[in-house]
């Protein structure tokens, strides 16, 4: 059964600063998303990484994918409070459903 | 605004009550996913369906059912409520069951159940 799971799962840093979010998936995937969310509201799509060594970036944020290790990453450059939210990492399953799999979600808190 | 439309918002309920929550996906796309979200759970697949088949099963419970209909709508129905299936439930939808290149899942804004 596919997992996934991120760390840190929690994570408070000071306006300015750098930082990455790691997601770990278990089994072979072929597309890797990346999504926000704010408290109570809808998940907002960031990032859609196909294949191996898939970078892109919006803003601060910039996410990778390396499939041989099954990682991706969130790195925040010089973060601003704006960016305060919880922050997840899906994987679809290839095994024939299709199905997307989150990771437990990163609560990021940007201090001023 | 995702596209993908729920309803209702918000609901409050007694235990052993039934609810139905209903999605309508972006038009156009042919797979509806349900999610549940809690607090100590975080985002739990349900269920997932294609162009009114159900296509994968997840941690969705016998007390919990789902349908697509022709029209592509979707609702979840929850019955004999328990306090701890209060939560935040998601659909999304994407094309094609999502094998589109780079295609997404879009979610809707959610529906707030809360048991009583």
């Known amino acids: 059964e596919l997992k996934v799971e991120q760390n840190p799962l929690f994570l408070s840093m000071q306006e300015g600063k750098n930082y990455t979010i790691y997601c770990n998936y278990s089994?072979?995937?072929?597309?890797l998303y990346w999504y926000r969310q704010d408290p109570g509201k809808s998940l907002e799509s960031l990032f859609v990484l196909l294949s191996n060594g898939a970078v892109k970036q919006e803003g601060r944020l910039m996410a990778s994918l390396d499939t041989k290790a099954r990682l991706s990453t969130l790195h925040i450059t010089a973060a601003v409070h704006d960016l305060s939210a919880t922050y997840f990492c899906a994987v679809r399953d290839t095994s024939g459903t299709y199905k997307y799999i989150f990771g437990t979600g990163t609560r990021l808190k940007v201090l001023a | 605004d995702s596209g993908v439309t729920q309803t209702p918002k918000h609901l409050i309920t007694a235990t052993g009550q039934r609810v139905t929550l209903r999605c309508s996906p972006r038009s156009g796309d042919l797979s509806v996913y349900w999610y549940q979200q809690s607090l100590d759970q975080g985002l739990q697949f349900l269920i997932q369906y294609y162009n009114g088949e159900e296509r994968a099963k997840g941690n969705i419970l016998e007390r919990f059912s789902a349908q697509q209909f022709p029209d592509l709508h979707s609702e979840l129905n929850l019955s004999s409520l328990e306090l701890g299936d209060s939560a935040l439930y998601f659909c999304?939808?994407?094309?094609?069951?999502?094998?589109?290149?780079?295609?997404?899942?879009?979610f809707g804004e959610g529906s707030w159940l809360t048991v009583v």
């Open positions: 999304a939808s994407s094309e094609q069951s999502g094998q589109a290149i780079g295609g997404t899942i879009y």
């Open positions: 089994t072979t995937s072929d597309r």
